[in-house]
């Protein structure tokens, strides 16, 4: 069911501190249901939150091992003309609508999953290719999570949906400042230092918490009834639930935390 625009249920839940900056200049929505490029990363170059003082602690030697991993995999760039690149994009269309050829890499087709352009390469500029690995992941491993997601199937949506591959990216960009991921050679913060032993129970734990704050920020916007110009109020609430989630004293894996059954409703 679709809300009208400005049509909303109820009072939302604004569990916010503040409005998030986009990364170089305000979201301009006229008639466009996506926005600007600047849409991308609303989230990753500030925080309205105060950062938690620095926390020295030691890493395991296996904590140390996998943490180097992911930063790696942050370092890597999405570049359109590497074939295992393509192979990924291409692999990701055909699991988002696998009985629907898709005519090209630059095709209106893409918009349809939520890119803001025929050109998806250009999306993942602010953020690199783990931000496609993150949604191919999600895609394979919680594949009715994920077509639940992408075509908005439960809840009184908005006539202003946001749109899927977009806010995918966003999630990416979220976690990795949430947890610090890019502070070397470990990160400095509370929510960062309880990922880390989560890490070490899961290699694949960033992608299954990336999994997790989807489903998570989608509950979120139809909690807070939701539309296309509140996302970043909606992705700093499920910010916010993720930082206490993580801080539970009885999380000792990936599974543990209370969203993860988000990912099979």
Known sequence: MKRGKG?????????????VVPLTEPVVVATAIVGTRSWIG???T???RRQDKSIDYT???LQEERLQKLQDRLLVPFEETRIDHQESLKALWNAAFPNVSLTGLVTEQWKDMGWQGPNPSTDFRGCGFIALENLLFSARTYPVCFR???LKQRGDRAKWEY??????????FMLIQMLDLQTT???KCLPGMNFLKLLEEDENAFDVLYCISFAMM???????????MEFNEVLQATRNQLERELSLDDIHRIQDLPAYNLLFQ
């Open 218 to 228: 989608d509950a979120q916007w139809l909690a807070m009834h939701a539309s296309y």
């Open 59 to 61: 890493l395991s030697p």
């Open 46 to 48: 500030r925080s309205s």
């Open 7 to 19: 049509d909303k249920k109820g009072t939302k839940n604004r569990d916010v501190s503040g409005q």
């Open 163 to 172: 749109p899927f591959a977009v806010a995918g990216i966003n999630i990416s």
């Open 185 to 187: 050679p470990k990160p």
């Open 148 to 150: 639940r997601l992408l």
């Open 42 to 44: 609303g989230l990753f």
